[in-house]
């Protein structure tokens, strides 16, 4: 696994046993390491729950905070379809369980917060970036997928932009 995708996680840092004891720590260790093992596959899943998270509104929900669209679009499935909870409920349950919840993990033991701590803001270049590699994880880095414009989109990106990262993409899937 690319130890690259664990940058994106708040939880998920590769371990093989979950060290948490509180249970919606150990549920979103989990939801990140599931994440983890969808990115280094082609997984029509995946694309089933992008499209359903963008079709529900979410495509432009809190884009520069560093978490990939595939991952809050997995976290929505999860709230909606195995929690059983209506799609407005998301917002909510992402920013004050998921994103609030970091100060109770063990490698960060303070508020990790753009105010306290401005090196984790994450620039426009480095959000563009974050999608035009989550196009790619779609697309199992494959340009000539025919879904690759409708799939560009959902991310607001264009194919040229995504074709700019390919190569970068698939160095990193190596």
């Not at 029509?44 to 991952?71: H, K, Q």
């Amino acid at each position: 696994m690319n130890k690259v995708l664990f940058d994106y996680c708040r939880y998920y840092k590769g371990e093989k046993e979950c060290p948490f004891k509180k249970q919606n720590d150990r549920m979103f260790w989990d939801y990140e390491r599931i994440w983890c093992n969808m990115q280094t596959t082609h997984n029509t899943l995946m694309n089933d729950m992008l499209r359903d998270y963008n079709l529900s509104g979410f495509a432009e929900f809190e884009p520069y905070d560093g978490t990939p669209v595939s991952l809050k679009a997995l976290l929505f499935n999860r709230l909606t379809n195995y929690m059983e909870m209506p799609s407005d409920r998301f917002e909510s349950f992402y920013k004050d369980l998921y994103i609030s919840r970091q100060e109770t993990l063990m490698e960060y033991p303070e508020e990790l917060t753009e105010k306290m701590h401005s090196e984790f803001k994450v620039s426009k270049e480095t959000e563009m970036k974050h999608r035009a590699m989550s196009v790619w994880t779609v697309c199992g880095n494959n340009s000539e997928d025919p879904d690759l414009e409708m799939i560009c989109e959902s991310y607001g990106i264009t194919k040229e932009f995504a074709l700019k990262w390919l190569q970068y993409c698939k160095d990193l899937s190596k």
